[in-house]
């Protein structure tokens, strides 16, 4: 995922940008992007608005998506919501169904940014719940286990997220400074180093560890192993209780796979 920083808190932060220039620059690298629609998704700019001006980010969010759709971009794109990302107004919640109508190719993703207020699994579930009933795709774009305006409930946020097949993205690798340290998940870019952050987030309930699966496009079946048998087909992710007659064939969802070292395996 690629995204436009500078128009965090447009609005709000006097050296911020518009979403509509940063639509300009992703118009102005679109040969870099193009060939690229299966392996990257546009965030058009991060946290468009802070708490001043966010009843336009409906407008601008509506028509940065048309003047990239305009322009021959054909990628999957994701928008931020306002008020830092939080969305404390409810701005998205409330528009996302115009802004997803403006997109033509009905290919926008809504990126909520989870962090102080959301610090109870009431909050977490209503708001992510709400874009799952009306089948608005949904992701949380960042949270952290804590905050400098709040305390996050990073349990329920991990939970409700895997019961409803919402992705989420966790903030963040490594290198937060201006007392934000304890958001890193490793200490120094060193990844055999996970910190108490990275450990939860990658090896506790409901983490990357137990629920992740690669990609289709870098050549997972997207419910197999992540892996593809000599003949092109996924192998299968049940082993031999996905073989009933010991054929080296398997069948889950909804196509054939192939067992590991199975007859069919070749």
């Not at 008020?83 to 802004?99: E, F, I, K, L, P």
């Not at 097949?165 to 996970?194: A, H, I, K, Q, T």
Request: some cysteine; charged content about 20%; hydrophobic content about 30%.
């Amino acid at each position: 995922m690629l995204e436009v920083h500078d128009t965090t808190g447009y609005g709000e932060d006097g050296a911020a940008t518009s979403l509509d220039r940063a639509a300009d620059y992703w118009i102005g690298v679109k040969s870099a992007l193009e060939g690229q629609e299966n392996h990257v998704v546009i965030n058009i700019g991060n946290e468009p608005f802070g708490s001043n001006g966010y009843d336009r980010w409906t407008a601008d969010t509506s028509s940065a998506i048309r003047k990239l759709r305009d322009a021959g971009f054909d990628h999957a794109l994701m928008v931020d919501a306002p008020n830092w990302g939080q969305d404390w107004s409810n701005t998205m919640r409330d528009n996302a169904s115009t802004v997803f109508a403006s997109d033509p190719d009905r290919n926008t993703i809504f990126s909520v940014h989870m962090y102080g207020v959301y610090d109870t699994a009431s909050r977490v579930q209503s708001y992510l719940n709400h874009f799952v009933g009306n089948r608005l795709p949904i992701v949380v774009g960042e949270f952290g286990h804590n905050h400098g305006d709040g305390d996050p409930d990073e349990n329920a946020i991990m939970a409700t997220a895997q019961s409803l097949r919402v992705g989420y993205l966790g903030w963040s690798w490594s290198g937060n400074g201006g007392g934000g340290e304890y958001l890193d998940m490793v200490d120094g870019f060193d990844p055999n180093s996970l910190t108490s952050w990275g450990q939860r987030f990658f090896n506790g309930a409901n983490g990357i560890a137990a629920t992740s699966r690669e990609a289709t496009v870098y050549g997972g079946s997207g419910g197999g192993s992540g892996k593809t048998a000599p003949n092109g087909y996924p192998y299968c992710v049940n082993g031999g209780a996905s073989d009933p007659d010991g054929d080296g064939w398997g069948w889950e969802n909804d196509r054939s796979c192939v067992v590991r070292g199975g007859a069919a395996d070749g």
